[in-house]
């Protein structure tokens, strides 16, 4: 899993750990170093940790004046040990909410697993951002989305058609937005 890297082509245009507002604002990372692990996997010391112990993040871009940011995730989802979504929603997506960020488009192809809990995050999160936003989930794996389904959280995360195969590296970060912002206006509209 260490070589598992998150995406870095945007790195010019965006880094978190740069950006003032982000979550993870003047974060260092080693390169050599690989202290972060997912059970005894250790991960690249590239992604964020957030306070679960099986879930790592990287906010590959945000844009406070179109209010939407990309975070791709790694590992395991496990709301029902961890609460997981309780840490995402309290350490990252609140503070970008308070910034103008109402649009989540979170890549999730290396989501190992889910396992869920009670939904009240999930509801909460899609209280934040509906009057102004949605969370979009692209590329999940078929048997997480079928965990998300069971879980009833297809009500507040929108996947499913051309989101679950999505092919998002060949877009710049604006380019990506516009193609999920279309998918989203014509599901939501």
Do not use: C
């Amino acid at each position: 899993m260490q070589e598992l890297e998150p995406f870095y082509r945007w790195r010019d245009m965006y880094q978190s750990e740069q950006d003032p507002v982000s979550p993870f604002y003047e974060r260092e990372y080693s390169e050599f170093e690989f202290t972060n692990q997912i059970y005894n996997y250790v991960i690249h010391p590239q992604w964020d940790e957030f306070g679960s112990p099986t879930l790592y993040l990287k906010i590959l871009f945000a844009d406070y004046q179109k209010g939407f940011a990309v975070i791709e995730l790694l590992g395991e989802w496990n709301d029902a040990i961890h609460n997981d979504v309780m840490f995402l929603k309290r350490e990252v997506v609140e503070p970008l909410n308070v910034n103008g960020i109402f649009k989540f488009i979170l890549i999730g192809e290396n989501v190992l697993n889910f396992h869920s809990s009670d939904d009240s995050y999930y509801e909460e999160w899609f209280q934040d951002v509906e009057e102004e936003g949605w969370i979009a989930a692209i590329n999940f794996q078929p048997h997480v989305l079928e965990e998300f389904k069971k879980a009833n959280i297809d009500y507040y995360l929108n996947f499913g058609g051309e989101l679950d195969e999505f092919n998002w590296r060949k877009f710049n970060p604006m380019q990506l937005y516009t193609e999920v912002q279309y998918v989203m206006t014509h599901r939501l509209g």
